[in-house]
């Protein structure tokens, strides 16, 4: 099984990159009735626990473009496109009210899918602490496979075995949500692995943007 989970591994870095993406948020959802937008850098180091996963260096990052708004109900909804075909969307609620200071925390769900692949969702809880306008937060996220958009991934055993690894790749993450005028840079730091088996993983490091027109970047 050990070997099976690391093949696939291997085939589907070389497909897409990876499986997993970062957040770029921090636990405080958008107000009603604001937006943002912004731009992301995906993988800008990748880096192995161990040499049993191989690592594709051949592209630096992996941009991505994103925009989101906020909803009644401390809701948010949010979209992220990658060049490559890849498109994921996000509802994020805000559990705790807005007038609760000690700490901000979101339940997330993300709904990925790779055209001409395969489809997962992404699905975790986001705590983040404001600090004189610095956020820094981290996040937990497990992943479920939701069911192929392509060909390749119409084959049962393929299928399968996708599966089988995309269930059992878990994510932690931190990041720091820091102020510009009038949004927010996220560099954020996330650690992939499966299962329950932390020895075997990949280290991801990106860096968001987000701009918030029209409020202010403290209502993020």
């Known amino acids: 099984m050990r070997l099976g989970i690391v093949i696939l591994a291997a085939f589907i870095l070389t497909l897409c990159g990876c499986v997993a993406s970062s957040?770029?948020?921090s636990g405080?959802?958008?107000e009603e009735g604001t937006?943002?937008?912004g731009f992301?850098?995906?993988d800008i180091a990748l880096k192995s626990s161990d040499k049993s996963i191989e690592v594709n260096k051949g592209r630096p990052f992996a941009p991505s473009f994103n925009g989101a708004v906020g909803l009644p109900w401390r809701l948010e909804f949010g979209m992220r496109y990658y060049p490559v075909?890849?498109?994921e969307l996000v509802l994020r609620e805000q559990i705790n009210p807005r007038s609760f200071e000690i700490l901000d925390a979101s339940a997330n769900c993300h709904f990925g899918m790779l055209l001409g692949g395969y489809s997962y969702l992404k699905y975790g809880v986001t705590v983040s602490k404001e600090i004189h306008g610095f956020e820094p937060y981290v996040h937990i996220a497990a992943y479920r496979f939701?069911?192929?958009t392509g060909s390749i991934f119409d084959n049962s055993f393929v299928s399968g075995v996708a599966s089988v690894f995309i269930n059992e790749n878990r994510e932690v993450g931190l990041g720091l949500a820091l102020p510009l005028k009038q949004g927010k840079l996220y560099p954020e730091v996330n650690y992939q692995y499966f299962g329950g088996d932390l020895s075997h993983g990949l280290w991801h490091f990106g860096i968001g943007i987000r701009v918030f027109p029209g409020s202010e970047p403290?209502?993020?």
């Open 218 to 220: 403290r209502n993020e």
């Open 35 to 37: 937006y943002s937008v």
């Open 146 to 148: 939701a069911g192929s």
């Open 85 to 87: 075909n890849f498109v």
């Open 40 to 42: 992301s850098a995906d």
């Open 23 to 25: 957040n770029f948020y």
């Open 28 to 30: 405080r959802t958008l």
